[in-house]
């Protein structure tokens, strides 16, 4: 794997990691708490099964920089689309994966570059703006939507806890809590400013809802093929494919057994099994 930094535009540069050199390139988004290391067991099996894999740590996560402002998911796909266009300059289409938060940015690329994908998999999240996310709002089990979304509160509360709070928040979703390499995640959200990019992720939530409606009213249903991978313990797992059929027309579904809501990291070989057989 090889690691390098891509200026997107001022005050913004990604770290990403690419593998392999096969004809067809599979870009893979992570969710939040993390970074480009949840895809850290599936990026070889990927490779080796002939595709360029880009990881990018995505605006304020992991080792990329972290500015004030462009968390909303429209944005940050647009920060995908230069990483994957202007700086490897990658031509044709691509395939597009995404999990927790990465799903959020891999749906709204495919809305917006519609033409450009090959094929999309989404992994257990929900998509802000459907029926599906305003349902999970109000269950309890996702009360970290309205934790995050308040201003400044979560800051003055975890700093200096950033491992306890993490620690906590992988293992209430989780079948395995050995699966998480919290010593990865926690040291890259204790540095300066990571948890208030990760909080504003989610205080995009009502402008990303806006932006799917629209763009859902403007240009309707995705058109690329869809597969929904959901944990089969997870909150948002059994929900995955009644979701993707409020904004997709050609939707596999598929439930990851033994998992909940870190499927690559709790079961990578079923999960590169399933990825790929649907990629084939």
């Known amino acids: 794997m090889k690691h390098?930094?891509?200026d997107i535009e001022p005050g913004l540069r990604l770290h990403y990691v690419t593998a392999g050199?096969?004809?067809?390139t599979l870009v893979l988004l992570h969710?939040?708490?993390?970074t480009w290391w949840e895809w850290h067991h599936v990026i070889g099996a990927f490779a080796e099964a002939g595709f360029r894999v880009v990881a990018p740590d995505y605006r304020g996560a992991g080792n990329s920089w972290k500015p004030a402002g462009g968390y909303d998911k429209r944005t940050m796909a647009g920060d995908i689309r230069h990483l994957v266009r202007e700086t490897l300059?990658?031509?044709?289409p691509i395939a597009l994966a995404g999990h927790d938060i990465g799903l959020m940015v891999a749906y709204?690329?495919?809305q917006r570059f519609r033409d450009e994908?090959?094929?999309?998999v989404l992994?257990?999240?929900p998509i802000p703006g459907t029926a599906v996310f305003d349902r999970l709002r109000s269950d309890p089990r996702v009360w970290h939507f309205a934790f995050h979304g308040a201003r400044d509160l979560p800051e003055l509360l975890v700093q200096g806890r950033e491992r306890q709070y993490l620690q906590y928040f992988f293992d209430a979703r989780t079948t395995d809590p050995s699966a998480t390499d919290i010593d990865v995640y926690a040291a890259a959200y204790s540095a300066p400013g990571a948890m208030r990019a990760g909080f504003e992720v989610y205080r995009a939530f009502e402008q990303d809802a806006r932006d799917n409606r629209a763009a859902l009213e403007a240009n309707g249903k995705l058109a690329v093929p869809v597969l929904a991978v959901g944990g089969e313990r997870s909150t948002t797992g059994p929900l995955m494919a009644e979701m993707l059929r409020e904004v997709a027309d050609d939707v596999t579904d598929r439930i990851i057994p033994g998992t909940a809501h870190w499927v690559p990291e709790e079961a990578p070989k079923a999960f590169t099994d399933t990825?790929?057989?649907?990629l084939d």
């Not at 050199?21 to 067809?24: A, H, I, K, Q, S």
Request: hydrophobic letters at 45%; aromatic letters at 10%.
């Open 31 to 34: 969710g939040f708490p993390q």
């Open 275 to 278: 990825v790929l057989s649907f």
């Open 89 to 92: 300059r990658i031509d044709g």
């Open 117 to 120: 994908l090959s094929q999309l």
């Open 108 to 110: 709204a690329y495919a």
């Open 21 to 24: 050199d096969g004809p067809r």
């Open 123 to 125: 992994v257990d999240a």
């Open 4 to 6: 390098d930094m891509a």
